[in-house]
């Protein structure tokens, strides 16, 4: 008896002390490794990355905008941080390196043609409500075009070079947080709608007076785009997911109108991206009588964005990657039949459609968090390198932002 | 042997909870063991001490607040079922700005409410926060209640706290009341907001908090 109580407590004492050495053992374990060199946290840094997705989405948006400018079917300038207002500056440098025609085979050109832009985008994001925001984005083109001279230079003989410079498509954008983050999980994706209405404030190509039509700036159709945003963070990654889809209002092109475009982009005029394509020409402008009118239909565009992000040592700097293809409907373009007449009118019309265009992004983000407010980001974007492509411009362009937020 | 025997416990009860499984494999291997050798009339000791583990498992509600108490240090052990009307739980982080300007604010509340049900605890669970480091920032914080260091962020995984200051309310069965930012505002001076405060004096007055859930403002939890 005295044994078996002797051999109770020895079991009790070694197994007492054996699950206090392992939390001790834990413990120092743990302060060791806490006390290790890591990065350095800077203070409020724990929402970094978050606005560092805000940035990917900025970026994103301003690195289309210089293929073209005044796009309007990539996601609203949102805010995916606990901010109140959010601002940003940037400027993308476009450059079209090739066009791709209805059969999807790219002509890269020649060195004596090129097209370049420089997009200033301004958006500016504000909290209407606790899980309601709205936004702007102004978009101010350049664009510069030069046709059969020397590469870099001023235009030869036989070359023209031209050069314009104008607003864009002006945008209002609307989100809600659907799927707030107010609690930590390690699957549930913060979740955003936006819808977001394009503005024809810039020139569109049957408004153009120069002979390149550097002139035009902006899509002339209102844009009505809706979609969603899904992001999700874990410690050092994040990932992103942006599907959209877009209606571009039908338009009246009155026969004067018409008459000055000289029918060059009518139905190549609708990539949702405000400049259409330059001779890519379609549509049946051209010989139109007096009183007559074209009703141009663009329909409907998506888009789906997805990409993720790797910040090293869960630090101030962001890399990130993603995708962007994106499909547009032709344009439907009616016309009266011949002999003459208006649109709503009981004449027969004559009507045909575009050909379809697909592009597809591929972009690389840096941004790196100055402090607690300020970011700053360099996105590059690349529509050569993987397809679909079909019926449009394909151009690489470089886009410098900076980015401001006020907090809550 | 008694204080042994309740660390000893606190521990397995800590465990326990982190991973139910393996430690009811434990406690289950543990009394069959302790059966065998009953049955030779000497493990009453041992047997005591499992059923004190199933017994407080059965008594106390999640989550187990426990660990060491980073402004007064040594280890302390929080049983929600001991106050009257509820347990804050905040959860600090000893860089972040929105954690280190409601400290302040935290301490009033505490103050005011602790006499009337109340008790506070503040968690750190930062994996990035140095223990050291971080128990040396609150022992000169001046806060007025302890502040549990929590390895692994396993209080915080329970509870699926997300930023700091990050609040828990619950009541003492152990059922969240209200959980969110402590305010509207990553300042507490310019809050216009004051959730947790509207909260607990709902609660005294025997109501239920006007949200359940609010938008917490903040730096992440790095787990």
């Given at each position: 008896?005295?044994?078996?109580?002797?051999?109770?407590?020895?079991?009790?004492?070694?197994?007492?002390?054996?699950?206090?050495?392992?939390?001790?053992?834990?413990?120092?374990?743990?302060?060791?490794?806490?006390?290790?060199?890591?990065?350095?946290?800077?203070?409020?840094?724990?929402?970094?990355?978050?606005?560092?997705?805000?940035?990917g989405v900025f970026g994103m948006n301003q690195a289309q905008g210089?293929?073209?400018?005044g796009k309007s079917s990539a996601a609203p300038f949102l805010?995916v941080?606990?901010?109140?207002?959010?601002?940003?500056?940037?400027?993308?440098?476009?450059?079209?390196?090739?066009?791709?025609?209805?059969?999807?085979?790219?002509?890269?050109?020649?060195?004596?043609?090129?097209?370049?832009?420089?997009?200033?985008?301004?958006d500016?994001a504000?909290?209407?409500?606790?899980?309601?925001q709205?936004g702007?984005s102004?978009?101010?083109?350049?664009?510069?075009?030069?046709?059969?001279?020397?590469?870099?230079?001023?235009?030869?003989?036989?070359?023209?070079?031209?050069?314009?410079?104008?607003?864009?498509d002006?945008r209002l954008s609307l989100g809600y947080?659907v799927?707030?983050?107010?609690?930590?999980?390690?699957?549930?994706p913060?979740g955003f709608l936006f819808s977001a209405l394009t503005?024809?404030?810039?020139?569109?190509?049957?408004?153009?007076?120069?002979?390149?039509?550097?002139?035009?700036?902006?899509a002339?159709y209102f844009s009505w785009t809706v979609g969603a945003l899904l992001l999700?963070?874990?410690?050092?990654?994040?990932?992103f997911l942006v599907p959209e889809i877009h209606y571009a209002?039908?338009?009246?092109?009155?026969?004067?109108?018409?008459?000055?475009?000289?029918?060059?982009?009518?139905?190549?005029?609708k990539r949702g991206d405000g400049?259409?394509?330059?001779?890519?020409?379609?549509?049946?402008?051209?010989?139109?009588?007096?009183?007559?009118?074209?009703?141009?239909?663009p329909g409907f565009g998506g888009s789906l964005g997805v990409g993720?992000?790797?910040?090293?040592?869960?630090?101030?700097?962001?890399?990130?990657?993603r995708l962007q293809p994106r499909v547009e409907q032709?344009?439907?373009?009616?016309?009266?039949?011949?002999?003459?007449?208006?649109?709503?009118?009981?004449?027969?019309?004559?009507?045909?459609?575009?050909?379809?265009v697909a592009t597809c992004d591929?972009g690389?983000?840096?941004?790196?968090?100055?402090?607690?407010?300020?970011?700053?980001?360099?996105?590059?974007?690349?529509?050569?390198?993987?397809?679909?492509?079909?019926?449009?411009?394909?151009?690489?362009?470089?886009?410098?932002?900076?980015?401001?937020?006020?907090?809550? | 042997?008694?204080?042994?025997?309740?660390?000893?416990?606190?521990?397995?009860?800590?465990?326990?909870?982190?991973?139910?499984?393996?430690?009811?494999?434990?406690?289950?291997?543990?009394?069959?063991?302790?059966?065998?050798?009953?049955?030779?009339?000497?493990?009453?000791?041992?047997?005591?001490?499992?059923?004190?583990?199933?017994?407080?498992?059965?008594?106390?509600?999640?989550?187990?607040?426990?660990?060491?108490?980073?402004?007064?240090?040594?280890?302390?052990?929080?049983?929600?079922?001991?106050?009257?009307?509820?347990?804050?739980?905040?959860?600090?982080?000893?860089?972040?700005?929105?954690?280190?300007?409601?400290?302040?604010?935290?301490?009033?509340?505490?103050?005011?409410?602790?006499?009337?049900?109340?008790?506070?605890?503040?968690?750190?669970?930062?994996?990035?926060?140095?223990?050291?480091?971080?128990?040396?920032?609150?022992?000169?914080?001046?806060?007025?209640?302890?502040?549990?260091?929590?390895?692994?962020?396993?209080?915080?995984?329970?509870?699926?706290?997300?930023?700091?200051?990050?609040?828990?309310?619950?009541?003492?069965?152990?059922?969240?009341?209200?959980?969110?930012?402590?305010?509207?505002?990553?300042?507490?001076?310019?809050?216009?907001?004051?959730?947790?405060?509207?909260?607990?004096?709902?609660?005294?007055?025997?109501?239920?908090?006007?949200?359940?859930?609010?938008?917490?403002?903040?730096?992440?939890?790095?787990?």
């Amino acid at each position: 008896m005295k044994f078996a109580a002797k051999f109770t407590a020895e079991l009790v004492t070694k197994f007492t002390a054996e699950l206090v050495t392992k939390f001790a053992a834990e413990l120092v374990t743990k302060f060791a490794a806490l006390s290790g060199a890591r990065a350095a946290r800077r203070p409020g840094s724990g929402f970094m990355l978050l606005c560092g997705l805000g940035s990917g989405v900025f970026g994103m948006n301003q690195a289309q905008g210089a293929a073209c400018c005044g796009k309007s079917s990539a996601a609203p300038f949102l805010m995916v941080g606990d901010d109140q207002t959010q601002l940003s500056l940037g400027v993308a440098l476009g450059n079209v390196v090739a066009q791709i025609a209805d059969d999807g085979v790219p002509n890269f050109g020649s060195s004596q043609n090129s097209e370049t832009s420089q997009t200033y985008k301004l958006d500016l994001a504000t909290l209407l409500s606790d899980r309601m925001q709205g936004g702007l984005s102004v978009p101010v083109t350049t664009y510069s075009v030069l046709r059969g001279g020397s590469a870099g230079g001023a235009s030869t003989g036989s070359g023209i070079s031209e050069s314009s410079t104008g607003l864009g498509d002006l945008r209002l954008s609307l989100g809600y947080e659907v799927l707030p983050a107010w609690s930590y999980s390690s699957w549930k994706p913060q979740g955003f709608l936006f819808s977001a209405l394009t503005l024809p404030t810039g020139r569109s190509y049957d408004g153009s007076s120069r002979t390149l039509a550097t002139d035009v700036t902006g899509a002339g159709y209102f844009s009505w785009t809706v979609g969603a945003l899904l992001l999700k963070k874990w410690t050092v990654w994040d990932a992103f997911l942006v599907p959209e889809i877009h209606y571009a209002l039908p338009r009246t092109l009155w026969e004067r109108e018409a008459a000055i475009g000289g029918g060059v982009a009518i139905g190549g005029d609708k990539r949702g991206d405000g400049r259409g394509d330059r001779g890519a020409a379609t549509g049946p402008a051209r010989g139109l009588e007096t009183g007559t009118a074209l009703r141009l239909s663009p329909g409907f565009g998506g888009s789906l964005g997805v990409g993720f992000g790797f910040s090293p040592r869960s630090g101030q700097l962001r890399l990130g990657f993603r995708l962007q293809p994106r499909v547009e409907q032709g344009v439907q373009v009616s016309a009266p039949a011949a002999g003459g007449g208006t649109l709503g009118s009981a004449r027969d019309y004559v009507t045909s459609t575009g050909v379809s265009v697909a592009t597809c992004d591929t972009g690389i983000d840096v941004s790196y968090m100055m402090s607690s407010v300020d970011s700053v980001s360099v996105s590059y974007v690349d529509q050569t390198l993987l397809g679909p492509a079909l019926n449009s411009g394909l151009s690489r362009s470089l886009g410098i932002g900076f980015q401001h937020r006020w907090e809550r | 042997m008694r204080n042994t025997l309740n660390v000893c416990t606190d521990s397995i009860l800590t465990k326990f909870r982190a991973n139910h499984q393996l430690w009811f494999g434990v406690a289950l291997a543990l009394s069959l063991g302790v059966s065998s050798v009953g049955v030779c009339g000497g493990g009453l000791q041992v047997q005591q001490v499992v059923q004190q583990v199933v017994e407080q498992v059965k008594a106390e509600p999640f989550p187990q607040l426990s660990g060491l108490d980073l402004v007064r240090g040594g280890l302390v052990r929080v049983k929600v079922r001991q106050a009257r009307l509820g347990t804050v739980v905040v959860f600090l982080s000893m860089r972040c700005p929105c954690s280190a300007s409601h400290q302040s604010i935290l301490n009033q509340l505490s103050q005011r409410f602790t006499p009337l049900g109340f008790q506070f605890i503040g968690v750190h669970s930062n994996a990035d926060e140095e223990a050291v480091a971080a128990g040396e920032y609150f022992r000169k914080s001046g806060l007025i209640f302890p502040v549990i260091q929590d390895n692994k962020s396993k209080i915080a995984d329970t509870l699926g706290a997300f930023k700091t200051p990050h609040v828990f309310v619950l009541n003492p069965e152990g059922e969240v009341l209200f959980q969110g930012g402590v305010d509207n505002s990553h300042v507490a001076l310019a809050a216009q907001r004051h959730y947790l405060r509207d909260a607990l004096a709902l609660i005294v007055e025997g109501k239920k908090p006007a949200q359940k859930e609010v938008r917490v403002l903040g730096c992440e939890i790095r787990r």
